[in-house]
């Protein structure tokens, strides 16, 4: 397993804002995007996940071994948080939705409709979801907002028992997790009008 994304540029709004970029995240391995706000983190991921096209390049990995998780919790509001574990695994033919909520300290709260968590135990079983669908190669854009201390070490403890079992992360986060992981900054392949063949008028507008 292994993702790989080469020469790669990608747009927000119908301009490139990264090109050029090149990295690959094996199994067992995390690697942390960094870069300030508005540098382009949240456009790669959404282009890696598919969710977009690439301008140019190419990313290799299967998509359907993909998970991605953004600032969105994805839950149904009038769904407890356990049919909303439930519903996922089953549209992916995924894993234990009780070990799920045990790993994000939500058994407590398994009954108790989404509408009615908090926006902490919300992004908790948002991020649980990754657990019950069972695919490999994860791609997670901020998953720590609105989450404590306590939350943040639950999700780093998932990580890593995620990557223990063969599996790879791709993080957008400003926080140190607590656990080894190459640290990739996009901000040396922002885009230039050289790089992406405009005209110097429209470099103002990367």
Request: glycine share 10%; with cysteine.
């Amino acid at each position: 397993m292994m993702l790989r994304v080469k020469d790669l540029t990608v747009a927000r709004g119908g301009l490139p804002v990264l090109a050029g970029v090149s990295f690959s995240v094996d199994a067992g391995q995390a690697v942390m995007l960094r870069g300030p706000n508005g540098s382009g983190k949240t456009t790669l991921l959404r282009t890696i996940a598919r969710l977009q096209d690439p301008v140019a390049g190419q990313i290799e990995c299967d998509p359907d071994q993909v998970a991605y998780a953004a600032h969105s919790d994805g839950l149904k509001s009038m769904l407890s948080a356990r049919e909303n574990l439930r519903f996922w695994a089953d549209v992916y033919g995924g894993g234990d939705v009780e070990a799920a909520l045990e790993a994000f300290e939500l058994s407590r709260l398994a009954e108790r409709m989404a509408a009615h968590l908090s926006a902490g135990q919300r992004r908790r079983l948002g991020l649980a979801r990754l657990l019950v669908v069972k695919r490999p190669i994860w791609i997670l854009d901020e998953p720590t907002v609105s989450l404590d201390e306590a939350s943040v070490a639950l999700f780093a403890n998932g990580v890593k028992a995620h990557l223990a079992t063969g599996g790879l992360a791709l993080i957008a986060t400003h926080l140190d997790l607590g656990f080894a992981a190459e640290r990739f900054d996009v901000s040396a392949y922002r885009a230039t009008a050289e790089a992406v063949g405009l005209g110097a008028s429209d470099e103002a507008f990367l």
